[in-house]
């Protein structure tokens, strides 16, 4: 696991947005041959959008040979509610870049039935070609995309309740208002991310330091989903300063003297 540990909170949606970019550019993709995210949400990965955007802008980089997949989305919003991470997704990034919309994947959380929806999604990353880098967010409690503590390490897309703790904190987002928030969701699951060939994990603030130490210095366990990770042959974590202060001295002395990781 690499860990890339950032002097700010915007240094790291420049470094992602970089990442991002290399990634795109070195694999040159075709119509025949093209790239595939996976995509978060979440108020982390918005510095991230906006440099992308920005490269898109200045000609730098393009998405007419890019497929994405979102991870996650609220069940019972349609795709044009102003919190459906739908709606979120258009407003931060789809409506300002060249991506084809039919090349755009998001899970429907208006779906008749949750258990289609979810197999047909794992259907169409399949024949996608599998999702090439994958990028997430983490909750405070280690939760990436919505697989909540308890997750199996082995899931695969499904619908899943929210914990306490999530609509709490995803609250801020529905004005402050618990009861607002939407109590299940759909979410790729563990398994299916780890089936992705690269998985990039973001990570700002104290706020997130508890998931940044367990995934670091954790053992791999389903409470602590980000955890997973030491399982993937090819991942990252980019982080700012308050995002390590759980983690030892001793660690963050031998993550910067790696340079970046093993
Ligand atoms: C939600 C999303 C996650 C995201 C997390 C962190 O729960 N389902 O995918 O990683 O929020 O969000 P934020 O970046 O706003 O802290």
Not at 14 to 22: C, G, I, L, R, S
Request: overall charge negative.
């Amino acid at each position: 696991m690499r860990v890339i540990i950032c002097p700010s909170p915007d240094a790291v949606g420049y470094w992602a947005a970089e990442y991002v970019k290399q990634r795109i550019q070195s694999f040159a993709p075709t119509a025949d041959r093209p790239f595939v995210l996976g995509l978060p949400t979440g108020s982390t990965p918005l510095l991230m959008y906006k440099t992308l955007i920005e490269f898109y802008q200045r000609g730098k980089l393009n998405f007419q040979n890019v497929i994405t997949f979102n991870l996650d989305e609220y069940v019972g919003l349609s795709l044009d509610h102003p919190q459906s991470y739908a709606a979120f997704m258009q407003q931060h990034f789809f409506s300002h870049i060249d991506i084809p919309q039919n090349q755009i994947y998001q899970l429907d959380g208006m779906a008749i039935d949750p258990v289609v929806e979810c197999q047909a999604y794992e259907d169409k990353i399949r024949v996608a070609g599998g999702i090439d880098l994958l990028i997430g967010g983490v909750g405070e409690d280690g939760h990436i995309a919505f697989n909540e503590p308890g997750s199996s390490l082995a899931s695969r897309t499904r619908r899943v309740r929210l914990s306490d703790r999530t609509l709490q904190s995803n609250s801020r987002f529905f004005d402050h208002e618990i009861r607002k928030v939407p109590k299940s969701a759909l979410t790729v699951g563990v398994g299916t991310i780890l089936e992705a060939r690269e998985v990039m994990i973001l990570a700002q603030g104290e706020q997130k330091a508890m998931a940044v130490q367990q995934a670091i210095e954790g053992s791999v366990n389903h409470w602590w989903t980000v955890s997973a990770l030491q399982l993937h042959p090819q991942s990252v974590i980019v982080c700012d300063e308050e995002a390590t202060v759980e983690l030892k001295v001793k660690t963050v002395r031998y993550l910067r003297g790696l340079d970046g990781g093993v």
